[in-house]
């Protein structure tokens, strides 16, 4: 008996040596210094997902404002009555206030290992470079994100700070595009000393762009898009002469050749494996809560063959009509036509009516009317539109901006498109009561953070 | 740690001094009232270790040292009587007094010590077994509901099974956990509530929208009520502190019966029974295609031609009526050495919804074994299995839950099936399912195999006169494993739409607690009899295991119901292991005549879910009462006035403490990005300090029992989500902070309206108020629920009610619009007795308290309310305004939650139903929830999309409709 309570009383010390220090068992932490060749290459990766997460839900919502998209919900209403009517809600997350933070956080996620890449003793210093350039090259691809969805110069740029700092300052949307643009430089040169492979392997939308020369194009092609934009917004010809010069120059991927693939570009991946995520914007064309706004069937041209420009009858099918508080569509969407279907980031088709408008902001109608009737023809199946050269400079613009509609289509541009060229407005509200959004606010979180 | 094996060892020396010099004492213990002998009573014999239990027939023997000793008869239910038996006398004979306000009960003080009742300085609540299994109820939480003072106890929803919330004296956290810690014979069970992952279903997660809105059921609903005891409930930290860091929201400690010496007593209760739903909600009638017309558009058009047809398609989902059946047996005997109780149970609830219910079954061995005469051993296990059936309700983005599908689908379609096939089903052409079809063919399963075992070994070394000294050991394991299972068939109408028809959902969780606990109570009692101290000393080690795996598997071929069949399938684990440590001490003081009773007590923990896992947090407490006896002259009445004060703590959520990255794969490749919450490596645990005063009065000859409690508290070092400026790439980053109090008043008051042998009335009544202020917030008002401001959202905000609800008036300002919290609660429960007969009923108010009723607002938005013409058009109208105060809602009800006519059998028709063997036979008809009188318009005032919440419980969106139920029971003794 006296042997089985000391044994009880050795049994009580035994659990007062226990060890209290339980790490976290379900996920790593944050990436640490001098990481590892396989820590780098799941951080790539990390920031690619990160990216990811906002690419389909930007599309649908800025089809929704921008109005190639319905969406009737039954169990969420907002996205026709914040959406179509508003007021915008900056402190709703999903809606209003929304587009922010999952950038940012591919932004941090971008950050934390830019922080550290030097540190890595278990890659070269061309391999870190490497490293950099395409962390970079993604962290501008979302800051640019939030550009296009944000129009009240207040975005935080400098948010690389640690928890607890104070918010990082807002600059003016101008500004903050001008970092873009060095970022997009500065990751360009690290790229350059950064050998001939990357230290990683890409997800198969990067195919063709996996190593050092091939991601430069990339990183090319979104610097003339960000200079294009730049040149929409104010910057004028010195962006549009940067963007000419850079798609003229063989430094990105553009190509009107005769073997040339207008899809070829850079995507994100989905899939319905293990941990990955299916595309979102997949859905059944004839049941899903997704339609297409009639207004582009409204504007599609007809070929001249017969039947409708080939860009809206392939990303578009007919369903039976739906009417809901007043908003009608006949049209359903098969631009996503599976769960494993890619979204770009960006790709051929776009560099070449990027080039249209720079050419037609620099006053060369000519070869802007080259580009867009090449566009017409050869991704719509249309007939190219005759003396279009001699059309003023804004007829040009409106028609590259109708192709940019069909050839950009549920792709998240067009809502940002009619803004910076000036043509958002009354003319495309369905109901009387909506109203037409320059902006999304800056999500109330961020404001009162400030406070 | 030395000095504790030390005083281990010390106690060895006491052992081996027992006198060897005994005699036997017999007799018979009876009530005074009905002369009935007295099962179970415990006779002991004062000054010494020896104890002896009455048998069935009232019959105990004891065996005492030579000479004249003093027997002290203790009986639940009845006073305690001290008597004095001479040197020669071997016969005693006791009469025991009714004791109907259990004044002389023991009442929990401590991990192992107790007080009577009478001198207790804190208001804890004990609920007898009788009280308890007076109606039949689906689960225990239930049978709790308006029996305790400072308890708001509500279901969650209808669905079988259980998913009930306890909440103790109002809001005592915002983000951490929120159940009162529960203990069964000692050891800490688990009472988590595991998602089922439905919403791989509903995707009620997405769209920005929080999660937590699988319905589910907190593992409190896998214990039998039948085996129960007593439940004592401990309400705040005055009472608690000696629980620690796990007992900020209370403690409820559950013991379970035990076996009494002698010949083997059968109980047998059989019931049978059925419920059916208490309220729904029905969609608009349309007059003609005019009317349809201008909701559905041209779409209508097929269906009024030009007079539109009705079908009540919503009715038909929840009118089944469906029997309902239990059998609990249970035998308890044994010798003075050896007793037994051991129970099966075998229950089945029916659901009102196709393919709902619940299914239980449990069996229990409690034994207790006398080792010479100064070792025992009390061992305890149960086995439980449990199968609910939930069907599929709260939120969804799928247009799955039926109450977000009826709103959009007008009466004028009928979705009512052409046969039993899934094909015969017909589709909703108004919405993405038919929820006719989702119910006949979804299945959610729940099937929940627990073993719960405890053993426990005493030890007394030192009983004289005027010590005592007591070891318990106690080790326990609550080891259960919840397995889930979701199928959801290609064929169902919505299942084509996300591309991956027919859905699976498998998920087990697995949980093991261990716990060992070690006591140590030290009795003394000086010569002058002054006073008597007893202290104790306790070490508590607690190890919690929680491992939950999820499979949700899409695209499956028809008629496959294999994970392995499906094209695309996404795992999910949660580990959470948390381990505790705790020493602990108090010291009691009966002095003054046993009138004065003094406390002090303290308790250190560390945990491993604090970010310093070395640290020791002190949970100090103390507690005085003093009782002024025969007040205003009258021997039975007395006034007690008692004052406790204590701390406690609320334990970091496991995962405070850190910052994960999220992870995911793109193409067969692995990524990992930085989290969206950021935790606190200094994470500590929230400390509550409670004051508690209160007056228990007995007056009126002892005919009417009052007990007046206040208290005040305050929670500090609140864990708290602070939201970073979004663009730092963070959502969240924890933290300790900020300040809250709440206040409250509870009354509780008995009173024996008359008693003699042939009739009896007794009254019983509960008042509960509660209070709660946020002191302090070192952070911008936020919102932890709801659906944002313009649908009503419970706002923390400093200065203003924790509960408070908040959304926009029509200028566009965010006001506050409600309070979940109710005015007062009110319980008034009546027991009569008239000679064989029995009737009791328990009545329970809640006054205030506000619900946002978001299926009412869905069926308003999509003009598809059954009273749209006289008050859904205004409603929409005046939230198209901008106004949230419409779908706020006063909560109110009045429930009778219970009620019982029974009847005792006379003994010549129990001889004649039953033969010889049954000596006892009771027959009744019970009811649950039959009368509801409830204002709110929304499906049930209880419901709470979000589960078991620290605030934002309140919010109504497409519950499972709860039900009322009615049942004959027959309770046979043999």
């Known amino acids: 008996m006296k042997a089985t309570t000391c044994l009880l009383a050795l049994a009580a010390l035994g659990v007062w040596a226990c060890d209290f220090n339980i790490t976290d068992p379900n996920s790593p932490g944050p990436i640490g210094t001098d990481p590892s060749r396989a820590d780098v290459a799941d951080h790539v990766i990390g920031v690619i997902l990160a990216a990811r997460s906002d690419a389909a839900d930007w599309n649908l919502d800025a089809g929704i404002l921008g ?66 350039g395409v962390v970079e090259t993604l962290k501008a691809y979302e800051f640019v994100m939030v550009l296009m969805g944000h129009a009240e110069d207040s975005i ?71 200079e294009v934009y730049r040149g929409s917004l104010g910057c004028g010809a010195p962006c549009y002469t940067t963007a000419k010069g850079l798609l003229e120059s063989g430094a990105t991927f553009i190509d009107t050749s005769a073997t040339a693939n207008l899809a070829a570009g850079v995507y994100f991946d989905y899939s319905t494996n293990p941990g990955d995520a299916p595309n979102p914007l997949f859905q059944n064309p004839q049941t899903g809560e997704n339609f297409v706004n009639p207004r582009i069937k409204d504007s599609a041209e007809t070929k001249p063959t017969t039947g409708l420009d080939d860009r809206f009858t392939s990303k578009t099918v007919p369903r039976p009509i739906t009417t809901t508080e007043n908003l009608t569509s006949d049209v359903g969407w098969i631009r996503y036509p599976a769960t494993t279907a890619q979204i770009p980031f960006i790709k051929n088709e776009e560099l070449i009516l990027l080039r249209a408008e720079a050419n037609n902001a620099l006053a060369l109608p000519v070869l802007a009317a080259n580009d ?9 199946g249309l007939a190219p539109i005759a003396g279009l050269a001699a059309q003023t400079q804004a007829q040009i613009l409106g028609a590259i901006l109708h192709e940019r509609m069909y050839s950009l289509l549920y792709e998240g541009h067009r809502w940002f498109d009619l803004r910076r060229t000036g043509r958002l407005g009354p003319y495309l509200k369905d109901r009387a009561t909506d109203a037409v959004f320059p902006t999304l606010p800056i999500p109330l979180d961020e404001v009162l953070a400030r406070k | 740690m030395a000095h504790r094996i030390v005083l281990v060892c010390v106690g060895l020396v006491f052992g081996g001094t027992l006198a060897a010099q005994q005699r036997a004492i017999a007799g018979k213990v009876t009530g005074s009232l ?5 099962a179970g009573a415990s006779v002991a014999v004062v000054g010494t270790a020896r104890l002896a239990a009455t048998n069935g027939s009232g019959e105990y023997t004891v065996l005492a040292p030579a000479g004249p000793v003093t027997l002290s008869v203790r009986a639940v239910g009845y006073k305690r009587k001290v008597l004095n038996v001479s040197g020669e006398q071997t016969t005693a004979d006791v009469v025991l007094e009714a004791d109907i306000f259990n004044l002389d009960a023991i009442v929990v003080t401590g991990q192992a010590t107790g007080v009577e009742q009478r001198n207790l300085a804190n208001a804890v609540t004990t609920v007898r077994a009788e009280d308890l299994n007076r109606a039949p109820t689906g689960t225990l939480e239930g049978a709790l509901q308006g029996k305790i003072p400072g308890a708001l106890i509500q279901e969650n929803s209808g669905a079988p099974g259980g998913g009930v919330q306890i909440n103790l004296r109002g809001v005592s956290t915002i983000n951490a956990s929120v159940d009162p810690l529960i203990v069964v014979d000692g050891i800490i069970i688990s009472n988590d509530a595991i998602g089922n992952n439905l919403n791989a279903i509903t995707a009620a997660a997405a769209g920005g929208n929080a999660s937590n809105q699988d319905n589910p059921v907190n593992r409190i609903a896998d214990l039998n009520p039948a085996d129960i005891d007593k439940i004592e409930v401990l309400k705040g930290a005055s009472a608690a502190s000696i629980y620690g860091a796990q007992a900020a929201n209370g403690v409820i400690i559950i013991s379970t019966r035990r076996g009494q010496a002698g010949a083997p007593q059968f109980r047998m209760t059989q019931r049978l029974g059925e419920s059916h739903v208490i309220h729904v909600l029905k969609s608009r009638v349309f007059r003609d295609s005019v009317e349809a017309d201008s909701v559905y558009g041209t779409k209508a058009q097929t269906y009024c031609r030009p007079t539109c047809p009705y079908f009540d398609n919503i009715s038909p989902l929840w009118d089944r009526h469906p029997l309902s059946s239990e059998t609990d047996l249970s035998v308890s005997g ?48 149960q086995a439980i299995h449990s199968l609910s059936h939930r069907g599929i309700s709260n939120n969804d983005n799928s247009g799955t839950s039926p109450y977000l599908v009826f709103p959009l689908t007008p009466s004028f379609v009928d979705l009512r099936p052409t046969g039993s096939r899934i094909s015969d089903y017909p589709v909703n052409p108004f919405e993405r399912s038919n929820p006719l079809q989702t119910y006949a063919f979804l299945r959610n399963d729940e099937d929940v195999w627990r073993i719960l075992a405890t053993a426990t070994l005493g030890w007394q070394p030192v009983a004289t006169d005027r010590q005592t000294l007591r070891f318990t050991f106690t080790g326990g394991l609550d080891n259960f494993t919840q397995r889930n299972d979701i199928f959801s068939p290609p064929e169902l109408q919505f299942e084509p739409n996300d591309g991956q028809p027919g859905t699976v959902v498998l998920g087990k969780t697995q949980n093991t607690n261990v716990n060992a606990l070690g006591n140590a109570v030290y009795t003394l009692t000086p010569a002058s009899r002054a006073y008597r101290a007893t202290t104790s000393l306790g070490v508590q080690y607690f190890d919690k295991s929680l491992n939950f795996t999820n499979l949700v598997g899409r695209n499956l071929p028809p008629g496959q119901i294999n994970i392995d069949q499906a094209t695309s399938i996404a795992v999910n684990q949660d580990l959470q292991p948390i381990r505790d440590l705790a020493i602990f001490g108090q010291e009691e003081v009966l002095g003054l005549d046993e009138r004065l009773l003094l406390t002090v007590g303290a308790r250190g923990e560390r945990t491993s879910r604090n970010g310093n896992v070395k640290r020791f947090f002190l949970y100090p407490k103390a507690a005085a009462s003093y009782r002024f006896p025969a007040l205003g002259g009258s021997a039975g009445d007395e006034l007690k006035l008692r004052a406790a004060w204590g701390q406690t703590g609320n334990q970091p959520n496991f995962g405070n403490k850190f910052t994960p990255s999220a992870t995911g794969t793109i193409g067969g490749l692995f990524g990992s990005s930085a989290g969206f919450t950021a935790g606190a490596a200094n994470i500590r645990p929230e400390r509550q300090t409670e004051l508690e005063g209160g007056a228990d009065a007995t007056l009126a000859n002892g005919r009417l029992n009052v007990n007046l409690t206040g208290y005040t508290r305050t929670v500090s070092d609140l864990i708290l989500v602070q939201t970073p400026a979004p663009s730092s790439g963070r959502a969240a980053s924890v933290f300790n902070g900020g300040r809250l109090r709440g206040r409250g008043i509870e009354v509780a008051a008995g009173y024996v309206v008359t008693q003699t042998p042939t009739v009896s009335w007794l009254v019983h009544a509960t008042f509960t108020k509660t209070t709660s202020k946020v002191l302090a917030l070192p952070v911008p008002a936020f919102q932890v629920g709801g659906f944002g401001t313009s649908l009503g959202a419970f706002q923390v905000e400093v200065g203003k009610s924790a509960t408070q609800i908040v959304g926009n008036d029509s200028l566009g300002n965010v006001v506050q619009v409600g309070d979940g919290t109710p005015d007062f609660q009110l319980s008034l429960a009546n027991d009569l007795t008239y000679r064989r007969f029995g009737l009791s009923f328990l009545w329970d108010w809640k006054h205030g308290g506000d619900v946002i009723n978001l299926t009412e607002l869905l069926f308003d938005l999509f003009r598809n309310s059954e009273d749209w013409a006289t008050g859904g058009r205004q409603r929409r109208a005046l939230f198209f305004k901008g106004e949230t105060q419409p779908y706020v809602q006063d909560a109110s009800y009045l429930k009778l939650r219970e009620a019982t006519l029974s009847y005792h059998l006379p003994a010549s028709a129990v001889h004649q139903m039953f033969g010889d063997r049954v000596r006892n036979a009771t027959v009744s008809l019970s009811g649950r929830n039959l009368i509801r009188i409830t204002k709110f318009r929304g499906i049930d005032p209880e419901v709470s999309n979000f589960g078991n919440q620290a605030i934002a419980r309140n919010i109504d969106v497409a519950p499972f409709p709860p039900s009322r139920s009615i049942f004959f029971s027959i309770d046979l003794d043999f």
């Open chain 1, 372 to 380: 867009v009737n090449y566009i017409r023809v050869t991704s719509g």
């Open chain 2, 34 to 38: 009905d002369g009935k002998a007295i």
């Open chain 1, 67 to 132: 109005r190639e998209a319905y969406r009737f919900d039954g169990s969420d209403p907002r996205f026709i009555s914040e959406f179509l009517n508003g007021p915008l809600d900056p402190g709703g997350g999903a809606f209003g206030g929304d587009h922010w933070i999952e950038e940012y956080n591919a932004i941090l996620s971008a950050n934390q290992l830019l922080d550290v890449i030097g540190t890595a003793t278990r890659l070269t210093a061309a391999e870190q470079n490497g490293t950099r």
């Open chain 1, 156 to 226: 935080p740029v400098d948010v690389d700070l640690p928890i607890g700092a104070p918010p990082a300052p807002l600059v003016s949307n101008d500004s903050a595009f001008t970092f873009v643009s060095s970022l997009l430089d500065a990751a360009d040169a690290h790229l350059a000393a950064g050998g001939t492979a990357l230290p990683f392997t890409l997800p198969a939308g990067f195919t063709g762009f996996a190593d050092v020369a091939g991601y430069r194009k990339f990183n090319r092609a979104l610097k003339a898009a960000v």
């Open chain 2, 334 to 381: 044994g010798s003075d050495q050896t007793r037994y109780f051991v129970s099966g149970l075998v229950k089945r609830d029916g659901g009102i919804a196709p393919g709902t219910g619940y299914d239980k079954q449990a069996a229990r061995v409690n034994l207790d074994q006398q080792l010479g005469s100064r070792w025992t051993l009390n061992f305890q296990t």
